[in-house]
């Protein structure tokens, strides 16, 4: 098992910051490949980003790319999300997951069943 905290959302304005971070405990970190992914009201739930099990390789939704960067300090267990010039269509639930798909960490998967576990997720509000 592997459980996963996210923290660092909050209310912002529109255009402003935010830093997304998700702790991981149970299973060695640096075994799973990990995601971001959002829900807003009424939708369903999107990809955000993806990172490899060594953080070698990142991929981006299209609706973020270029705003949001994806990290991971596997010293640390830990998984970030920084989120720049942030619009009121990035509001949502974010959540953070892990892919245990090992020889999949390089590879692009974008589907919220292909990935093992999740955190509980936390709010992010972008006022206009």
């Known amino acids: 098992q592997v459980q996963l905290v996210e923290s660092g959302g909050g209310l912002v304005q529109a255009g402003g910051s935010l830093r997304l971070s998700c702790a991981a405990s149970g299973r060695t970190f640096s075994n799973y490949a990990m995601g971001w992914f959002r829900q807003a009201p009424g939708r369903e739930r999107e990809f955000v980003a993806r990172i490899s099990r060594s953080g070698g390789r990142v991929y981006y939704a299209d609706s973020v790319k270029g705003r949001f960067t994806i990290s991971r300090d596997n010293a640390k267990n830990t998984m970030y999300l920084q989120m720049n010039s942030l619009k009121p269509e990035d509001r949502a639930v974010y959540y953070c997951?892990?892919?245990?798909?090992?020889?999949?960490?390089?590879?692009?998967?974008?589907?919220?069943?292909?990935?093992?576990?999740w955190g509980q997720g936390t709010q992010v509000t972008v006022s206009s």
């Open positions: 997951a892990a892919d245990g798909a090992a020889l999949l960490s390089y590879t692009l998967r974008s589907a919220p069943d292909e990935y093992d576990y």
